[in-house]
Each structure stands twice: as structure tokens, then as C-alpha cells.
């Protein structure tokens, strides 16, 4: 298997921009989960996905993100308008079940916003 | 409520020395514990985990974790460090019930 993907894996923009973040999970996984890692606050978890449905959102910071789940082998973690705090890395990852088995990480996006 | 403790930031170890790093949960069901590690500029990787069965745990790359269920513990340990182990070491603990948790994370430096 290829592993989970991202893209883009690097992201530049303006503020008041949109940005979209791209994720295929792992064939068969029925968990997609969006995190985002800064120096300042580590690892957060933005958003849990079990069978393409939302189950938590609280980690979204504002009504500026959002994400998607269309499908089994696709989401989508969209900002708009972009903000320069917004600056951080990316993560998706999946896995068959959310508690009992090891996430799989992507490489990441890292995005920064001037 | 369940989390993760992780003692220490900032780890240093000398080349060859032991590696211990120290990750304490909370938790009122048995959990499943993990251990993930961060290289830079790239995402977290399994290097363990603990679900049911023998406490003692081995992982990739040596590293190992013994769950103590008397002092909520999932510690991880190598015998002796290498350069290549230098990264961020993640523990993270599973509850059931969408329950998930990361710790903040080890930042682990292996001095020639």
C-alpha cells in the first residue's frame, strides 16, 4: 500500500486566501483524522472521520475550517479565509478503528500564510 | 477522564547509553497504548504497541515499553542510543469509545 497522502506538501499563500489540504487515506481504513502541529500548541487533534461521517469536530478552531469526507477514499480540510497564524504543519492519518489500532501518518502539508 | 503524561520535554543521552523515555496514562478501562516517533519534516510512525497479552512490548529500531497497569505506566527504553535515534517520541493511549489521546511529546538528543 502507498501509505497515506497528502498534497500539496508544501503551501504558500497570502492571507485571506483559500487553502485546501488534500488527503487519501489507507485502503480499507474506516478512520481519517486531521491534525495540525505547531511549536507553540504540539499535536492537535482537528477532526475525527468513521465511515466518512464527522464524529468530532471540537478540535476545528473556527467556522474559517472546515472539512469533507465525500468518500471512503478521500477528505478535504479547507481554510478560508486563511490567517498567518494558520502557519503549521498538516497532518492526516487513518486507521481501521480509532482507539484499538495505530494511526497512519502522512508526510504532512506544511502551510505557511504571509 | 483519560490522558497521557509524558515527563520531560527535552531528553539527552550520550551515544550508546540508555534511552528511557516516561509516559504515565490515565485511564478507568484497559487501554491500548502506543508509541509513535516523529523524525524531522516527516509524520509519526508506530515504533510500538501495547493491546492485550505480554506487557513487554518490542518495537522497531530496539526500542521496547513494558506497561506497568500498578503505576499506569508505558515507559520506552533501548539499551543504548544511537544518532539515528535523535526525534520527537510521541505516546498515545486508546480508551474505546472514540476516546484517543496524544502526549505532548519527548524531544530525544543522542551526544556523540
Partial sequence: DAGVIQSPRHEVTEMGQEVTLRCKPISGHNSLFWYRQTMMRGLELLIYFNNNVPIDDSGMPEDRFSAKMPNASFSTLKIQPSEPRDSAVYFCASSLDRTTYEQYFGPGTRLTVT | ?112
Fill in chain 2, 1 to 112: 477522564a483519560q490522558s497521557v503524561t509524558q515527563l520531560g520535554s527535552h531528553v539527552s543521552v550520550s551515544e550508546g547509553a540508555l534511552v528511557l523515555l516516561r509516559c504515565n496514562y490515565s485511564s478507568s478501562v484497559p487501554p491500548y497504548l502506543f508509541w509513535y516517533v516523529q523524525y524531522p519534516n516527516q509524520g509519526l510512525q508506530l515504533l510500538l504497541k501495547y493491546t492485550t497479552g505480554a506487557t513487554l512490548v518490542k518495537g522497531i529500531n530496539g526500542f521496547e515499553a513494558e506497561f506497568k497497569k500498578s503505576e499506569t505506566s508505558f515507559h520506552l527504553t533501548k539499551p543504548s542510543a544511537h544518532m539515528s535515534d535523535a526525534a520527537e517520541y510521541f505516546c498515545a493511549v486508546g480508551t474505546g469509545g472514540n476516546q484517543f489521546y496524544f502526549g505532548t511529546g519527548t524531544s530525544l538528543t543522542v551526544i556523540p
